[in-house]
């Protein structure tokens, strides 16, 4: 029986001990080239020796990145023991490993054939046997296809096409996605897998890889494949753009602007998009940035149109289309992070929402992985534009706004047929709005606030306002337990000769102690964040009860956003009108005043108030209490 080893013996290599990977079904002899011939008829007749790359190294270790640094084929010898490589297309002597070497574009190679892809379906797909199969490994085959004309890299048009092609086997599962890498290397049959997975445990060999087919008159036409694997539109699609390698990318002026949606994506997933340096040009960082050895922030921009463009060298040969599935793959893998720790949770719609912002997702839709999305189904910058309008749509409608929308003109109408304002309590407490009470501490202000529940409670005027019927009033104190609530309650209705029939099960008290009621916290970037489903919560809570009465005391257990930021105190008044509008409640929010006015009372009033001055001008009607009247009620500034 002829084996690979023997096979490359009558090459006129060295003998080796290596255990053949195939040693169930080895070709003939006769079948197998000299490596002469191989080169020949891949690279084509007459090939020049100073222009095919390969890469020799034996399976000692400590070797490193050096092993691959190759040489080319007239100074190697392929030694059977070692581990032989070649690159798919041949190179200008003198020139290193890169697309910018590439004499001509020669073969499409598919590996991982029988381990990671189906050789029935890869088969099917191609519609044409292939010129080699080598296997490389127990079980797993490298096929080559040899191109019926060859690629010169000026020709734009078929450059692109076979980059589609290669693009299509990496995407559809009929290869391993590095054989679209123009300058691929790929294993000779003469020589041996020294891998330490394939190392035999019981006497140290390692296999041989061989060449299990031959077909030296095979030749794919690259067209005819173009159409069968990319459909009637294959030149459109291999025209777009997107099969460019950052090598054939004019770095001319470009189109792009901060609206550009692969420009939105790089901000995204922090890639700094930037003023670029030229008309219509974005900078931004490159999203293969660790593979650049030199200055790797600078060197990448967006062009506008989808095309974007990087002038490091390890980027060469990688097309745009690869730049937009590294960008695709750190989103997903973003998205895909903030999900597993509950950052990003599902709105019950199949939108991934921020739990802290409440905003939905850039670019997701039903159950969004960016990497899932775009590898399974590419899309161009134009697609990219409707997923991120229609989450832009989504976003508007989470947030209550049209996505189109039109102000009416103002009519003057007469005064009677405009609803009036629908005061509960005096011209204090309105359905809808949002009031405040501030005081010093210690003079009577939860005291106070219970008088004004239990008399909207009983439509009494236990104070000096009254009430518009017998309200339904929820007390929410965040300070004390529920036993010293009873007790003031108790004492309250006592001194006011007040029953539980008077009550009427009207009057509701809730310790935040037992409950609490957090409707503003800070998020993970420092700043004040609605939690939405509080307020969601709270709303539903109101509306079930049917409270016409909300009293919050204090204010500040509401919240742990700083008291002195503007912006947190804007987001924490907007939560509350909101649970007041959304609950057609009144609702009375309880506030402290600073230290400097609880101790100077020229200071105190309403602008003695602790905290921003956001506070103040965001309710519709404002009370203070002071030592002079500490049983009074609660008189508005303005309302």
């Not at 679209?180 to 290397?185: F, G, M, N, T």
């Not at 939905?360 to 990219?384: H, K, S």
């Not at 236990?462 to 036993?483: C, F, H, I, Y």
């Not at 506030?591 to 519709?620: C, E, M, N, W």
Request: charged share 20%; aromatic share 8%; hydrophobic share 40%.
């Amino acid at each position: 029986m002829t084996t690979p080893a023997t096979q490359a013996r009558a090459l006129g290599a060295n003998a080796n001990s290596c255990k053949p990977a195939n040693q169930n079904n080895p070709p003939t002899a006769a079948a197998v080239p000299s490596i002469e011939r191989f080169f020949e008829t891949t690279f084509g007749p007459g090939v020049d020796k100073s222009s095919v790359h390969v890469v020799t190294f034996g399976p000692a270790p400590g070797l490193g990145e050096a092993k691959w640094f190759g040489q080319r084929w007239h100074g190697a010898v392929f030694n059977p023991g070692w581990n032989n490589y070649f690159t798919i297309a041949p190179l200008k002597p003198g020139m290193g490993r890169t697309l910018g070497a590439v004499l001509r574009h020669v073969l499409i190679v598919a590996d991982d054939v029988k381990t990671k892809v189906d050789p029935v379906v890869l088969a099917a797909a191609m519609g044409c046997p292939p010129t080699f199969k080598i296997e490389t490994s127990p079980g797993n085959e490298t096929w080559g296809w040899k191109l019926s004309k060859s690629v010169d890299p000026a020709d734009t048009d078929n450059v692109q096409l076979l980059a589609a092609i290669r693009d299509h086997m990496k995407h559809n599962g009929l290869t391993d996605p590095g054989t679209a890498d123009p300058v691929r290397l790929i294993r000779l049959y003469v020589g041996t897998n020294t891998k330490e997975a394939y190392q035999n445990p019981f006497d140290g060999s390692f296999p041989s890889c061989s060449l299990v087919e031959w077909n030296p008159d095979a030749t794919v036409d690259l067209e005819v494949l173009g159409e069968r694997l990319l459909g009637p539109d294959f030149w459109t699609i291999a025209r777009s753009g997107n099969f460019l390698s950052m090598a054939q990318v004019r770095d001319g002026s470009g189109s792009a602007d901060y609206s550009d949606p692969l420009v939105k994506l790089a901000a995204e997933i922090g890639l700094n998009p930037r003023r670029g340096s030229g008309a219509g040009k974005i900078d931004a960082d490159c999203p293969n940035m660790a593979a650049h050895s030199q200055r790797p922030e600078s060197g990448f921009a967006f062009l506008g149109s989808g095309i974007v463009k990087c002038q490091h060298g390890e980027c060469g040969h990688l097309t745009v289309k690869d730049m937009h599935s590294l960008m695709y793959e750190q989103y997903g893998a973003q998205v895909a992070g903030r999900k597993a720790s509950g950052a990003l949770v599902d709105d019950g719609t199949g939108h991934l929402a921020d739990v802290f912002t409440g905003e939905y997702v850039p670019a997701t839709g039903p159950n969004f992985i960016a990497q899932q999305v775009f590898e399974a189904n590419p899309i161009d910058a134009t697609e990219l534009s409707a997923v991120v309008a229609a989450s832009s749509k989504a976003a508007l409608t989470r947030a209550g706004l049209p996505a189109t929308f039109k102000p009416a003109a103002f009519q003057l109408r007469s005064s009677t047929s405009i609803p009036p304002r629908q005061w509960v309590y005096g011209n204090i407490f309105i359905r809808g709005h949002v009031s405040l009470l501030v005081s010093p501490g210690g003079i009577g202000k939860s005291s106070l606030v219970l008088g004004e529940a239990l008399a909207s409670a009983t439509n009494r005027a236990l104070l000096s306002d009254t009430p518009v019927k017998a309200l339904r009033v929820l007390s929410w104190n965040l300070e004390d337990p529920a036993d010293e609530l009873e007790k003031r309650a108790v004492a309250a209705a006592k001194h006011h000769g007040l029953t539980d029939a008077d009550i009427g099960g009207r009057f509701f008290q809730i310790s935040g102690r037992d409950v609490p009621l957090k409707i503003v916290k800070i998020g993970p970037n420092g700043s004040a964040v609605v939690q939405l489903a509080v307020v969601d919560w709270l709303v539903a809570l109101l509306r079930a009860e049917q409270i016409d009465l909300l009293i919050v005391d204090p204010f500040v257990g509401t919240h742990d956003a700083p008291e002195n930021d503007n912006t947190a105190m804007n987001a924490a008044v907007a939560a509350w009108r909101e649970v007041a509008d959304r609950a057609q409640c009144a609702v009375l929010l309880v506030h402290h005043v600073s230290k400097a006015a609880a101790l100077d009372g020229d200071a105190q009033g309403i602008y003695g108030s602790r905290g921003g001055g956001a506070l103040i001008d965001g309710y519709h009607s404002l009370g203070a209490q002071d030592q002079s009247c500490p049983h009074g009620t609660l008189a508005p500034l303005y309302s």
